[in-house]
């Protein structure tokens, strides 16, 4: 089950971006769907994360200026990432738990390619 994100570049200060990320393949349920990032030299952390029922979680530098959703007919999520800052910058992966239709009792974790954000002046 690929992931493909896609949506990152390099913007100035306080401007936007909006990232997607897209499962595709023989799936038959996705529970959690999730943004991680990793700037050089620290380890991934979690961004934000959102339930297939629509629990939504931010770890706190983000709150109030990201928004995650996702699409459940589209296997899709999003990332609206307003007001950015220089310290936002680092590659953003995209995860997904998922079950396959061939096997939906058990559940398997995805990440996609990974894209960079890149914020500066």
């Known amino acids: 089950v690929p992931l493909q994100a896609y949506g990152g570049g390099f913007v100035q200060p306080r401007r936007f971006l909006r990232l997607s990320c897209a499962a595709s393949g023989s799936i038959f349920s996705i529970y959690v769907m999730s943004w991680y990032r990793q700037a050089p030299g620290n380890e991934r952390e979690l961004v934000a994360a959102?339930?297939?029922?629509?629990?939504?979680n931010y770890v706190d530098s983000v709150k109030g200026r990201f928004t995650i959703s996702r699409d459940n007919a589209k296997n899709t999520v999003y990332l609206q990432m307003d007001s950015l800052k220089p310290e936002d910058t680092a590659v953003y992966y995209c995860?997904?738990?998922?079950?396959?239709?061939?096997?939906?009792?058990?559940?398997?974790?995805?990440w996609g390619q990974g894209t960079q954000v890149t914020v500066s002046s």
């Open positions: 959102i339930t297939s029922d629509g629990s939504i």
């Open positions: 995860y997904a738990a998922i079950r396959l239709r061939l096997e939906p009792g058990r559940q398997y974790a995805y």
